[in-house]
């Protein structure tokens, strides 16, 4: 069978107060693109449908009208909750969505519960699927006590307790079937891409590749945003955003993995890159070095390698159109003023200017402004 793996699609992301919709739009046409050129049997979003936990009524359209695309032509779509995710918002559009054939989980399911899926490929296929939401501390516990029936052991780590779930999700995992595993979190040792949830990709939030059993013949992560291959007993792969959400991505290469597997056979791994989102890049110079650089369609952010003055960023965005984010060079930075004795000994005027040449920002402009202000308060 074919498998579209996917995540982090961000969907309402604002880049500095720019929105993003109508690339995440274009992306999205893409990705059901592959999925029908490709012919695929079924698509797995890995987690980070939203950007936000409380996502507007455009990011739930985008997003809900390009899972239905998904599903056309009788394919199986499996969409699972990601940090960004409100997975009591996933829950509530799982009995509907199931209806019309698509397999939504937003919270952690015991196997026989909606947590491991049973289905067969339209490839003939039987598959078997254990889906495991992120969990944050605290409901990973809390979905041990589901899964046991019995009190928590709280001495137990993180990655000891997403070891035991992911153990018992793949129990039912047998020779002549289609043995696949999805979940949203951080394993040692992947890249990060630049835009991920920091509080919640630390150390105390990793957990081991060795969770996922030898039976299983490909794990489909989400959460980092750079495509990558993960050590371990098994394929294991993050899709990668199929758009770089913030300029810590530029050098990524947003896509999407297209996945062959047959039963007693490790999945074969195929990258696909999508071209329709904006690019992000920085650059850097003074004024007279950026007026000679192409913007082209780009987002830019922009290194100034000037000193400062008011006005200097309504300038560099004057000559450069996609230029959300401008800030100086380090070189030219104000520094924190130092306290001078005998302040009492000058005017305010001259204290005012003695700060701003202290500080890098001198400017007269700025100064018979202040002059102007003074002389009106103090009449």
């Known amino acids: ?171 039912g995992f047998h020779a002549d079937t289609v043995n696949l595993v999805t979940t949203h979190g951080t394993l040692p040792g992947g890249a990060f891409g630049g835009g991920e949830r920091e509080a919640q990709s630390i150390f105390s939030y990793y957990f081991e590749p060795t969770a996922f059993p030898a039976a299983t013949q490909y794990a489909a992560l989400g959460h980092l945003h750079r495509r990558q291959q993960i050590p371990g007993p098994c394929p294991i792969w993050y899709s990668g955003s199929p758009l770089a959400v913030d300029f810590g991505e530029e050098g990524n290469t947003p896509g999407a993995l297209l996945v062959e597997v047959t039963p007693g056979k490790p999945a074969v791994v195929r990258e696909l890159a999508f071209a329709s989102a904006r690019r992000l890049r920085t650059v850097r110079g003074t004024l007279e070095q950026l007026e000679a650089i192409e913007p082209g369609d780009d987002w830019l952010k922009v290194i100034v390698e000037e000193k400062p003055r008011v006005g200097l960023a309504d300038d560099v965005r004057g000559l450069l159109n996609g230029a959300v984010d401008v800030v100086l060079d380090e070189r030219f930075r104000p520094v924190p003023a130092t306290r001078r004795t005998g302040s009492a000994e000058r005017s305010p005027r001259e204290l005012f200017r003695e700060y701003l040449t202290a500080t890098g920002r001198h400017d007269e402009q700025v100064a018979t402004l202040f002059d102007r202000l003074y002389d009106e308060v103090t009449g």
């Open 1 to 171: 069978m074919k498998i579209l793996h996917t995540a982090d699609w961000h969907v309402g992301k604002v880049l500095k107060g720019r929105p993003r919709f109508d690339e995440h739009r274009e992306v999205l046409r893409e990705l059901v693109a592959a999925a029908r050129t490709h012919d695929v049997d079924a698509v797995i979003v890995a987690g980070d449908l939203f950007d936000t936990s409380a996502p507007t009524p455009e990011a739930q359209s985008l997003v809900l009208n390009a899972l239905l695309a998904l599903r056309g032509d009788g394919r199986d779509v499996v969409v699972l909750a990601g940090n960004h995710d409100n997975p009591q918002l996933l829950e509530v559009y799982r009995p509907v969505l199931g209806k019309l054939g698509l397999h939504v989980i937003g919270s952690f399911r015991r196997p026989d519960a909606g947590g491991t899926l049973a289905f067969t490929a339209r490839s003939g296929e039987p598959v078997r699927l254990a889906v495991l939401p992120f969990l944050s501390h605290r409901y990973v516990v809390r979905a041990a006590e589901v899964l046991t029936g019995t009190a928590a052991d709280h001495n137990r780590d993180y990655a000891a307790r997403i070891g035991e779930l992911i153990g018992a999700l793949t129990a």
